[in-house]
């Protein structure tokens, strides 16, 4: 994996967490539990953490598609 590759997967992994905790850190549990769609904002961005962790883990070689 190129050098600018990995920056920018572990920047995206970064902003990724930096918004879950703007959408949480001013919020109760009970609050997080009885609101859709901050679970769903929140999830979306763990889903982000998720597959970009997978990509720096098993990243392809170059000569797949």
């Known amino acids: ?3 600018r590759n990995l920056k ?3 920047f995206d ?3 990724a967490c930096k918004r879950i ?3 949480v850190s ?3 549990l009970d609050d997080f539990l009885n609101n859709e769609m901050l679970q769903s904002a929140a999830l ?3 889903a982000t953490v998720s597959s970009t962790g ?3 883990c098993h990243p ?4 797949e598609s």
């Open 60 to 63: 392809r070689s170059s000569g």
């Open 44 to 46: 979306s961005r763990f």
């Open 1 to 3: 994996m190129e050098h």
């Open 13 to 15: 992994v970064e902003k």
């Open 54 to 56: 997978m990509r720096l």
């Open 8 to 10: 920018k997967l572990l």
């Open 21 to 23: 905790e703007k959408f």
């Open 26 to 28: 001013t919020r109760s």
